[in-house]
């Protein structure tokens, strides 16, 4: 019943904002242009249609404010004046009041705002669907952010969740490529980086991993700035880091006017999303606008700064080992390759043919090589693929769900920052060291020094380990005789199953026959 009630408050709520007149103008088709001169009969819309469907997203709550904030990444398949709008979602969303803040601050930190900082400015600087950001001083000086939990957001998220759960199952059980789409599957990985976010700790822990992936030692934190995590003033619905200051990066002509080399900031943060993926397993899954800056301090220029940790993905060394190669194969144009790893990983029937499938990865593919990222969707690639995967019954990958989408959200920053990029070239020579280091000696050596603590400790006991399996007494024959007398048991009991079987229909026969005697008098 509430899952019908959230239905038919979701409806009021398109019709209440004029959706349906947004919908109609936006289809091709003369029975829609008929349908919306009907509708165009009542009381035409007042407000843009890019602000509507912005106010549509904020009033139902977080979980569609997620959604505008990945459209306002895709210029190429949003209109302009639509895209504008939904980039208010990325840090603009309505704010809740500061006094209930300060309150979630005292109750989590055990005292006021006014006792923990010298300083605490009580109007958000920021305000997103989850959290919304206060910038504050510690008693030492420091400058820092303090993100503070919406309340009741948890009720709110689970009460969508259900709705979406019901609508996977329908989808699963009506839709004629259901199965293979594993829309339930999706929903719950939706649910788990969902609830993740709510956890103002967990996102704490991501931002103080994503800044160790990018520290001093490793070489690379000339790309990356990732804030520095104040834990004594953490909680579950409270997380305070340091203080970043920079432009966002949606900023194109601040950015030139500060000298920032634009093409050089895209193609970095092309190699920043392909270092985290395969080289740490670990990234940053929340990249739109309103959580990327780009430093404009003179000693840091043009570096990525890192905002906004609840969502972040992780990949096993198997689906990174399956994804380069798929990457390298798309790059080198082997789609024999292609067609073998979707085989050899079980994402398609063991049945499938390899040149049927390496065919129908061309015919998608081949047009789009050679051309600039400004000729080239990411999106319409991959809703091809789609497409061509649903008769080859390929399984969505639940895991890689999240990687899709932060995948969209840099080819959609790229494209703004510069449209003549090439994908594909800034990310094959990474993609070819990286394959290069994992297979080669350096990759041999990398590995054994990862396992050599766990070898230090099982080396030790092999003599004994050998030596207790040889003196132990062979099980072998007494495992056969075993067997041997289960299968004589089997055998008896398939022969008298067979008799009796026989003289059930024995009896049967008799009985029929009887029955047909006595008809007959």
């Given at each position: 019943?509430?899952?019908?009630?959230?239905?038919?408050?979701?409806?009021?709520?398109?019709?209440?904002?004029?959706?349906?007149?947004?919908?109609?103008?936006?289809?091709?088709?003369?029975?829609?242009?008929?349908?919306?001169?009907?509708?165009?009969?009542g009381?035409?819309?007042?407000?843009?249609?890019?602000?509507?469907?912005?106010?549509?997203?904020?009033?139902?709550g977080?979980?569609?404010?997620?959604?505008?904030?990945?459209?306002?990444?895709?210029r190429?398949?949003?209109?302009?004046?639509?895209?504008?709008?939904?980039?208010?979602?990325?840090?603009?969303?309505?704010?809740?009041?500061?006094?209930?803040?300060?309150?979630?601050?005292?109750?989590?930190?055990?005292?006021?705002?006014?006792?923990?900082?010298?300083?605490?400015?009580?109007?958000?600087?920021?305000?997103?669907?989850?959290?919304?950001?206060?910038?504050?001083?510690?008693?030492?000086g420091?400058?820092?952010?303090?993100?503070?939990?919406?309340?009741?957001?948890?009720?709110?998220?689970?009460?969508?969740?259900?709705?979406?759960?019901?609508?996977?199952?329908?989808?699963?059980?009506?839709?004629?490529?259901?199965?293979?789409?594993?829309?339930?599957?999706?929903?719950?990985?939706?649910?788990?980086?969902?609830?993740?976010?709510?956890?103002?700790?967990?996102?704490?822990?991501?931002?103080?991993?994503?800044?160790r992936?990018?520290?001093?030692?490793?070489?690379?934190?000339?790309?990356?700035?990732?804030p520095?995590?104040?834990?004594?003033y953490?909680?579950?619905?409270?997380?305070?880091?340091?203080?970043?200051?920079?432009?966002?990066?949606?900023?194109?002509?601040?950015?030139?006017?500060?000298?920032?080399?634009?093409?050089?900031?895209?193609?970095?943060?092309?190699?920043?999303?392909?270092?985290?993926?395969?080289?740490?397993?670990?990234?940053?899954?929340?990249?739109?606008?309103?959580?990327?800056?780009?430093?404009?301090?003179?000693?840091?220029?043009?570096?990525?700064?890192?905002?906004?940790?609840?969502?972040?993905?992780?990949?096993?060394?198997?689906d990174?080992?399956?994804?380069?190669?798929?990457?390298?194969?798309?790059?080198?144009?082997?789609?024999?390759?292609?067609?073998?790893?979707?085989?050899?990983?079980?994402?398609?029937p063991?049945?499938?043919?390899?040149?049927?499938?390496?065919?129908?990865?061309?015919?998608?593919?081949?047009p789009?090589?050679?051309?600039?990222?400004?000729?080239?969707?990411?999106g319409?690639?991959?809703?091809?693929?789609?497409?061509?995967?649903r008769?080859?019954?390929?399984?969505?990958?639940?895991?890689?769900?999240?990687?899709?989408?932060?995948?969209?959200?840099?080819?959609?920053?790229?494209?703004?920052?510069?449209?003549?990029?090439?994908?594909?070239?800034?990310?094959?020579?990474?993609?070819?060291?990286?394959?290069?280091?994992?297979?080669?000696?350096?990759?041999?050596?990398?590995?054994?020094?990862?396992?050599a603590?766990?070898?230090?400790?099982?080396?030790?006991?092999v003599?004994?380990?050998?030596?207790?399996?040889?003196?132990?007494?062979?099980?072998?024959?007494?495992v056969?005789?075993?067997?041997?007398?289960?299968?004589?048991?089997?055998?008896?009991?398939?022969?008298?199953?067979?008799?009796?079987?026989?003289?059930?229909?024995?009896?049967?026969?008799?009985?029929?026959?009887?029955?047909?005697r006595?008809?007959?008098?």
């Amino acid at each position: 019943m509430l899952i019908f009630l959230r239905l038919v408050y979701i409806f009021w709520v398109c019709l209440r904002y004029r959706l349906d007149e947004l919908v109609l103008s936006s289809i091709e088709h003369p029975w829609a242009h008929w349908l919306l001169r009907i509708v165009c009969l009542g009381r035409k819309p007042h407000r843009p249609r890019g602000e509507r469907l912005r106010l549509t997203l904020e009033t139902l709550g977080p979980i569609y404010v997620k959604f505008g904030q990945v459209l306002s990444t895709r210029r190429d398949l949003v209109p302009p004046d639509i895209v504008d709008e939904l980039a208010r979602l990325q840090d603009r969303v309505p704010p809740f009041p500061s006094d209930q803040a300060a309150a979630i601050i005292e109750e989590s930190l055990g005292s006021a705002p006014s006792v923990l900082f010298s300083q605490f400015e009580r109007d958000p600087v920021a305000s997103a669907s989850i959290a919304q950001v206060h910038f504050a001083v510690l008693h030492d000086g420091r400058e820092v952010a303090v993100k503070v939990l919406r309340p009741g957001m948890r009720e709110a998220i689970e009460r969508d969740l259900k709705l979406l759960r019901v609508l996977a199952g329908l989808v699963e059980r009506l839709a004629p490529d259901g199965r293979r789409l594993k829309p339930r599957e999706v929903v719950a990985e939706f649910d788990k980086y969902l609830h993740d976010e709510l956890d103002l700790l967990r996102e704490a822990s991501n931002c103080s991993q994503l800044r160790r992936n990018f520290g001093p030692d490793t070489g690379r934190a000339n790309l990356l700035e990732v804030p520095e995590v104040v834990w004594e003033y953490c909680a579950n619905q409270v997380f305070t880091m340091q203080r970043m200051y920079g432009v966002p990066i949606s900023h194109i002509d601040r950015l030139r006017e500060l000298g920032v080399d634009i093409p050089l900031l895209a193609r970095q943060g092309v190699e920043i999303f392909f270092m985290q993926v395969f080289t740490d397993g670990f990234f940053h899954a929340d990249m739109h606008p309103g959580n990327i800056y780009v430093s404009d301090a003179p000693e840091t220029l043009g570096r990525y700064i890192a905002l906004d940790f609840g969502i972040v993905g992780s990949l096993s060394e198997f689906d990174k080992n399956y994804l380069a190669q798929n990457f390298l194969a798309f790059f080198q144009r082997d789609y024999r390759r292609v067609a073998q790893l979707h085989i050899e990983s079980g994402w398609v029937p063991p049945t499938t043919r390899e040149e049927e499938l390496e065919g129908a990865v061309r015919a998608v593919c081949e047009p789009y090589f050679d051309r600039p990222l400004a000729e080239i969707s990411l999106g319409q690639v991959l809703l091809r693929l789609f497409q061509t995967s649903r008769r080859f019954n390929v399984e969505i990958q639940p895991q890689l769900v999240l990687l899709q989408k932060t995948l969209l959200n840099v080819e959609g920053m790229g494209r703004e920052l510069d449209p003549n990029l090439d994908l594909w070239q800034t990310a094959k020579p990474f993609l070819e060291r990286w394959m290069h280091q994992r297979v080669g000696l350096r990759g041999l050596r990398q590995r054994l020094e990862q396992e050599a603590s766990q070898w230090a400790q099982i080396l030790p006991q092999v003599p004994r380990l050998v030596y207790t399996r040889l003196n132990h007494p062979d099980a072998g024959p007494a495992v056969k005789a075993e067997l041997e007398r289960l299968r004589r048991v089997q055998e008896q009991s398939n022969r008298l199953l067979i008799v009796l079987c026989g003289i059930l229909a024995v009896g049967l026969g008799v009985a029929l026959w009887a029955l047909t005697r006595g008809g007959g008098f």
